[in-house]
C-alpha cells in the first residue's frame, strides 16, 4: 500500500469515528461523551485528511479534539478544558505556516504547542521552536507517539506553573502544643480574648504564649508570625489526633508539596 493510500484510508476510518460535532471549525460536546472529556486537544490543518487522520489518533488516546481548518477559526473558553494544541504543516508553504504556532501562542501563551510536519530537517524543527513550539513531530507518525507528546507538554506545563512553596522551618516543631492553638486563633482572626475563651484559658496565658510564638519563630510582632506561618502553609493539626501525648504537631496543608 502507499504512502498516499495509507493516508486516505486512515482518514476514511477517522471520519467514520464517532466524534465531537463541529459548527464552524469549533467542537461542540455530544452527550454523556463530551461531558466526562476532561482533556481537550487543539488541532489546527488545512487538509481534512490529516486533520481527521490525527483526531482519529488522539481520541484512541483518550482525549477529545477540537479540529479547526485555519487558524483564525480557532475559538475556546475556559470550559473546553482545551490543554494543548497540534498544528499539522502541510505543502511547500511550511515556513509560513509557523505563523499559525505564534497566532495560537498569542491567543493563549501558556498553551503548549506540537508541530507536526512533512520533514524532520534541522531547519524545520528549529523554526517551529522559534515560533514557540513545544515538540515537533516528522510524520510519519507513529502509533501513540503524538500521545505521549502531548501528555509529556501538558505535565511540564503544569510543573511549570506549580507555585514554590518554601519548607517548613524546623522552628515551628518547637512550638507546643498550646502555643500551636494560640497561633492557629491569631492565623483565624481572633482576638486574645476569644482566643482564651475557646481554649479555656485567662488571657494573661495567652499574651505568655505569643510572646513565646515570637521568640521561638524569631519575629518581633504577631503579624509577621502569621505571615511566616502563612508563607510556608502551617496548619495545626488540632488536639488528640497524633503524637503519644495527645498533641499533634503542626501539619502543612493539603495543598502543600
Keep these: ?3 498516499a493510500a495509507a493516508t486516505s484510508q486512515q482518514a476514511t476510518q477517522a471520519l467514520a469515528t464517532p466524534r465531537e460535532s463541529v459548527t464552524n471549525g469549533h467542537a461542540l ?8 472529556c476532561s482533556s481537550r486537544i487543539v488541532v489546527v490543518a488545512h487538509e481534512e485528511a490529516l486533520r481527521s487522520a490525527m483526531c482519529a489518533d488522539l481520541r484512541l488516546a483518550g482525549f477529545c479534539d477540537l479540529s479547526f481548518q485555519h487558524v483564525n477559526e480557532v475559538a475556546y473558553g475556559p470550559g473546553d478544558a482545551v490543554q494543548c494544541a497540534v498544528v499539522i504543516l502541510s505543502g511547500p508553504g511550511w515556513k509560513e505556516s509557523m505563523d499559525m504556532v505564534r497566532s495560537l501562542l498569542h491567543k493563549d501563551p501558556h498553551l503548549p504547542i506540537v508541530v507536526v510536519g512533512e520533514r ?3 531547519d524545520t524543527v528549529l523554526a517551529a521552536m522559534r515560533a514557540g513550539a513545544r515538540d515537533y513531530l516528522a510524520r510519519p507518525v507513529r502509533s501513540g507517539e503524538l500521545a505521549d507528546s502531548i501528555r509529556g507538554q501538558i505535565a511540564r506545563v503544569k510543573h511549570e ?3 514554590h512553596v518554601p519548607s517548613l522551618p524546623p522552628v515551628f516543631a518547637s512550638l507546643s502544643p498550646n502555643e500551636c492553638e494560640v497561633l492557629d486563633g491569631v492565623i483565624r482572626g481572633c482576638s486574645t480574648k476569644q482566643i ?4 479555656g484559658r485567662v488571657e494573661k496565658t495567652i499574651e505568655y504564649h505569643r510572646k513565646r510564638i515570637m521568640e521561638k519563630l524569631g519575629v518581633n510582632t504577631m503579624v ?7 508563607l510556608h502553609r502551617w ?3 488540632g488536639r ?12 502543612r496543608h493539603a495543598g502543600g508539596p
Design 235 to 237: 496548619e495545626w493539626a
Design 1 to 3: 500500500m502507499t504512502k
Design 240 to 251: 488528640g489526633e497524633g503524637g503519644s501525648d495527645g498533641f499533634a504537631l503542626p501539619r
Design 224 to 230: 509577621q508570625a502569621v505571615r511566616l506561618a502563612t
Design 196 to 199: 482564651a475563651a475557646e481554649i
Design 29 to 36: 460536546g455530544n452527550g454523556a461523551n463530551a461531558a466526562a
Design 161 to 163: 506553573h506549580k507555585p
Design 120 to 122: 524532520g530537517g534541522a
